[in-house]
């Protein structure tokens, strides 16, 4: 039986291949997100012109997922900030997105541009790796110093909130977490 939890960043079990996998979108919640992209479409990215070189430098980092089975690398990438799947738990393969590539070092989170209505927080898109979508998603620091990453269609209020908190461990071949 497989096993999943959440939308961004936690981890099911598949038993297909014996490994924890990257958690895939949940029943209703997944419902609900289907139903207002094919209804409004994913459109609203903002122009880098808008985004401002410096980045909040404790967003900059590694970040464990809630579960400890992820870690994704956040990045400065040119004038935006971005983020790549850098450490997974798994068991046989290292796991493969929809299109049958690795998940190590795929990027995952693209376009974060600082938000003009909320201070310290950026706006950009996180993919799904197993069916390819895009989907919003907000990042910002809490006051505890973990990472707050919230996926959504449309608007915030349709979505999930995940806390990934600071990666202090090490990375093995094929990005495989211990």
């Known amino acids: 039986m497989r096993r999943t939890t959440g939308m961004t960043g936690r981890i099911g079990q598949g038993p297909e291949t014996g490994r924890v996998r990257p958690h895939r979108t949940p029943g209703i919640l997944a419902r609900v997100l289907l139903a207002l992209v094919a209804g409004m479409g994913m459109g609203g990215a903002r122009s880098p012109a808008h985004a401002t070189p410096a980045a909040t430098p404790s967003i900059i980092g590694e970040w464990e997922t809630k579960d400890h089975d992820g870690v994704f690398r956040v990045m400065q990438c040119g004038t935006e900030i971005c983020g790549d799947l850098v450490g997974l738990s798994y068991t046989k393969d290292v796991p493969k997105d929809h299109n049958g590539h690795s998940e190590c070092g795929l990027r995952m989170l693209t376009g974060f541009t600082p938000d ?49 908190t600071p990666f202090t461990g090490k990375i093995g071949p094929e990005c495989r977490l211990p």
């Open 116 to 164: 003009q209505g909320e201070a310290g927080h950026w706006n950009g898109h996180i993919l799904d790796p197993d069916s390819g979508h895009v989907y919003h998603a907000k990042i910002w620091i809490a006051p505890s110093g973990a990472l707050k990453l919230r996926g959504f269609v449309g608007v915030p209020l349709f979505g999930e909130t995940e806390t990934w």
